[in-house]
């Protein structure tokens, strides 16, 4: 046999090959190779990968190679390096993904175990690939082990980046490193070229850090140094690692994901204790590694930065116009080790360098120090009905209050996966909540015992959306959801209202639903069931089933009061502009108002809940308003103070300019408030008990004598005043309450009688009549699913459109009224979305002050005991 230097070089170029395959007999019997068995020199070594790359030939291959971190692989993988030959590296221990890249690529050589032996077969003598020069490996991204789509790595690449992890890492010949990670991951491909590179020793081992048998190898083989993803260090903890004696271990290295600062900052000073460094490390396939290093010594006072490039290579971060950090940017990459480029068919592997440069698609900064800290990452943001989440943000945010978890954006939510822990869905949805400003609706939370991890330790996300699929998950879009069961629909409910206490006798109105959470909870709902009973909103959610549906139908039912809402929200909008002039939506409104005051406040509750339903349902009104309208009175001169504080009907000015702009909020807010105060009266809350239909008539007859002006007030009051619309309200409330036919039949009357004559327009008036008409007798209209979704979308926004409007338009209607119509509904949806992030931002930073008041109410209540009526529908 000759020695390797005097043989290869008859096989291939020397610029095809890589110096630390081709040198390896120079470092002489140093041990190379350590298992169990025994020890392997560099001469040894040498010798079976020279009768390896003489079996491979001299006519380039493309060696497909299971990796895996034993004897034959090494050589196989060393023998086509030295010879020239590329190699497209799989998982061993995946069959199915060796086979799905043996039918995308067809290798000419197969190395790997076969019936428990290894085998090299050699498929043909002859490449039919054209195999570019340069090309020296094909790696699969993280995560993509069985796709098509590989990295195509060079001959500098592998050399460049072996130095350059050598240099940083100062490994020295004496080095034993242990093969923590699977040969297949670039990380751990990385730790076996470069000890290979400065002659260090490999402790050969397919064993876990949770193995025993693995920590009594690397003390007997005198280990200097293993790699860890953040799960090797998880697996560290469990294992007790931090009081093990290991007297050689130099250092540890950390990469293959973010490990929490607080973890950095724990391990550092572990090492620091017990005399070895830690170094934490970024890199990405697409590098052949390593891109960045923290030096040990800024572990534990930077444990937050990936620290500074590896030697050779350079960063710069490419602006991010609608990243909120202006000092924020996309990390981008340059050096040596930047790929060729990927690959996705075989065609490509005659490709020669398509890439100078590495989008990382990490969202970095760089610290006054020079190091830099990921933030973030552009591939896994996720929009989540409307609100732009960073799931990575999220987990980090969670593992500072001790969880561990995986967060995956799917569809329309956020999928939090914890591993372990108290079951408490609640929490962990507040706490996500908290972090990003997600509705809590949207954060889909499943327990589970370990978190799914690729062979690498990485969190498998595909897995994590797999998981919550199967534990009851809403199914995408584009297939038809199941009919849910009430387990499935408790955590619709417990979604979408943000509540932790739902069960099977829950319903709506009990869990405090109101007319802002009553549209998307009614889509939904209609989506899941078909078609929704007639009162669901006030039915327990066991009484809810699926009805049976004709098959291939694709109607749907549309609840009148959201098509209402929708219809009438388009009309005021386009009537103000005008692209068209047809009035009386907000009208319209206002009765639908008063009918969901009476569905949603005026239940079974005690009278206590009835009042704080009410007041919440006029903070979620008056707050957005008053918010907008102040801002708008800091860009222009068109408001007052009275008209931020919705007290302008009272106040004035009466100036003909603002006004009336937001008379309905002002009137909807101030019956509000006044209806909460009377139905505080015990007296006031007993009387709707006993008699919910004839109260709301008597007080609209009484409301009449504003509406007729009968004792002469106006002009005084306008005709927008509360006290003079108050009428239409109590017409809503009276419908909303009507559960019999001659009711049904007295409020058609009572609006037939009433509505002509108020404004002296009969087309306005003719619209409010047959908007209250349809309130009363039917109760949804047919539909799609389409129309649905966007009547949906449109009353539910209703408030916020109603708001913007007036900015909006103004600035565009010159231009298009068309457009300035869709642009007030485009950007009122918008706030609308902001609105309820920050509302769910608010809340949850709320809920521990509420929990611990209502700790202290039910301590003070168990103390001192109210004697009589407390439990009784009219008490508290």
Not at 665 to 691: C, G, H, Q, S, W
Request: hydrophobic share 45%; net charge positive; proline share 7%.
């Amino acid at each position: 046999m000759a020695p390797l230097p005097d043989l290869l070089p008859d096989l291939l170029p020397d610029t095809a090959t890589v110096p630390f395959a081709r040198d390896l007999a120079g470092h002489g019997d140093r041990p190379a190779i350590i298992t169990a068995d025994g020890e392997m020199s560099y001469r040894a070594l040498a010798a079976r990968v020279a009768d390896t790359a003489q079996r491979l030939g001299r006519h380039r291959r493309l060696v497909l190679l299971a990796g895996a971190n034993t004897v034959d692989a090494v050589v196989v993988y060393l023998a086509a390096l030295a010879a020239g030959h590329p190699v497209l590296l799989v998982p061993g221990d995946n069959p199915a993904a060796m086979e799905s890249l043996i039918a995308a690529y067809d290798p000419d050589v197969v190395a790997g175990p076969t019936d428990g032996r290894w085998q090299v077969d050699e498929r043909r003598a002859i490449s039919t690939h054209a195999l570019h020069p340069d090309l020296a490996l094909l790696l699969s991204t993280s995560g993509s082990t069985g796709s098509p789509k590989l990295v195509r790595v060079s001959y500098d690449n592998v050399r460049a980046n072996a130095e350059a992890i050598a240099e940083y890492l100062d490994i020295r010949p004496g080095d034993r490193a242990a093969t923590t990670l699977p040969m297949h991951y670039c990380y751990g491909l990385s730790v076996i070229n470069s000890h290979l590179a400065r002659g260090a020793g490999l402790i050969l081992t397919e064993l876990s850090v949770a193995d025993a048998c693995f920590w009594e190898l690397f003390r007997d083989r005198r280990g200097t140094t293993f790699a860890g993803v953040p799960y090797t260090f998880e697996l560290l903890d469990r294992v007790g690692f931090a009081a093990m004696r290991l007297p050689h271990l130099r250092y540890v290295t950390q990469a293959g994901g973010r490990l929490a600062p607080d973890r950095v900052r724990h391990w550092a000073t572990v090492g620091r204790r017990d005399g070895w460094d830690l170094f934490v490390m970024y890199g990405q396939t697409e590098a052949t590694a390593r891109m960045a290093y923290l030096p040990p010594e800024l572990a534990a006072s930077h444990p937050e930065a990936i620290g500074v490039p590896v030697p050779g290579g350079a960063f710069r971060l490419a602006p991010l116009p609608d990243h909120p950090d202006p000092e924020a940017g996309e990390l981008v990459y340059t050096g040596p080790n930047v790929m060729l480029g990927y690959a996705e068919t075989r065609a490509d592997l005659g490709l020669g360098r398509t890439v100078d440069e590495l989008r990382t698609g990490d969202i970095a900064r760089r610290t006054p120090d020079g190091l830099y800290e990921l933030i973030g990452r552009r591939s896994r943001f996720a929009k989540i009905l409307g609100v732009r989440i960073d799931p990575q943000r999220v987990e980090a945010a969670l593992d500072r209050h001790g969880l561990t978890t995986c967060c995956v954006g799917a569809d329309d939510e956020l999928i939090v996966a914890v591993q372990g822990g108290d079951g408490d869905v609640g929490r962990v949805r507040r706490l996500v909540v908290g972090e990003c400003g997600a509705p809590a609706r949207a954060v889909r939370v499943c327990f589970v015992t370990e978190l799914p991890r690729l062979p690498t330790g990485k969190p498998d996300h595909v897995a994590v959306r797999e998981l919550a699929r199967t534990a009851g998950a809403p199914a995408p879009r584009s297939t038809p959801a199941p009919a849910p069961g009430p387990v499935d629909l408790c955590r619709l409910y417990a979604e979408l209202l943000d509540r932790d206490d739902v069960t099977p006798d829950s319903s709506f109105v009990s869990l405090g639903g109101d007319s802002l959470s009553y549209v998307e909870m009614s889509l939904r709902l209609e989506q899941a069931l078909g078609r929704l009973p007639v009162g669901w909103h006030a039915l327990p959610i066991r009484e809810l089933r699926q009805p049976p549906r004709p098959a291939r139908t694709r109607g749907r039912a549309l609840e009148t009061s959201v098509a209402l809402r929708a219809v009438a929200i388009v009309l005021i909008v386009g009537s103000h502009i005008p692209l068209f002039t047809i009035k009386g939506g907000a009208h319209v409104l206002l009765g639908l108002a008063g009918f969901n005051f009476a569905r949603f406040h005026l239940t079974d509750a005690k009278r206590r809940q009835r009042v704080r339903h009410v007041a919440g349902s006029v903070a979620r009104i008056a707050v957005p308003s008053m918010t907008w309208i102040a801002l708008a009175l800091l860009a222009t001169d068109d408001y007052r103070l009275t008209n931020v504080f919705l007290l302008n009907h009272v106040l004035g000015p009466r100036d003909g300019r603002s006004e009336w702009h937001f008379w309905f909020i002002e009137a909807l807010v101030a019956i509000l408030l006044t209806l909460a105060a009377v139905m505080a009266l015990p007296f006031v809350d007993r009387l709707e008990r006993r008699i919910p239909f004839g109260l709301p008539m008597a007080l609209m007859t009484a409301a009449l004598v504003a509406r007729y002006d009968i004792g002469g007030l106006r002009p005084d009051v306008p005709i927008s005043s509360p006290v003079v619309v108050f009428w239409l309200f109590a017409l809503g409330w009276a419908a909303g309450k009507a559960t019999e036919r001659w009711q049904r039949l007295a409020v058609s009357v009572a609006v037939l009688a009433t509505v002509p004559s108020f404004f002296g327009a009969p087309e306005r008036e003719a619209l409010i009549i047959a908007g209250l008409w349809l309130l009363v007798w039917v109760p949804s209209l047919p539909s799609l699913p389409a129309l649905n979704r966007a009547a949906g979308v449109l009353a539910g926004s209703s408030l916020y459109i109603y708001l913007v409007h007036w900015q909006v338009y103004p600035r565009l209607d010159e231009h298009s009224k068309l457009l300035a119509l869709l642009a007030s509904l485009a950007l009122g949806i918008g706030y609308a979305r902001v609105a309820a992030s920050a509302a769910a931002r608010v809340s949850a930073a709320l809920r521990p002050l509420r929990e611990r008041a209502g700790r202290v109410v039910r301590r003070a209540r168990t103390s001192f005991p109210v004697a009589g009526g407390g439990n009784s529908p009219a008490g508290g």
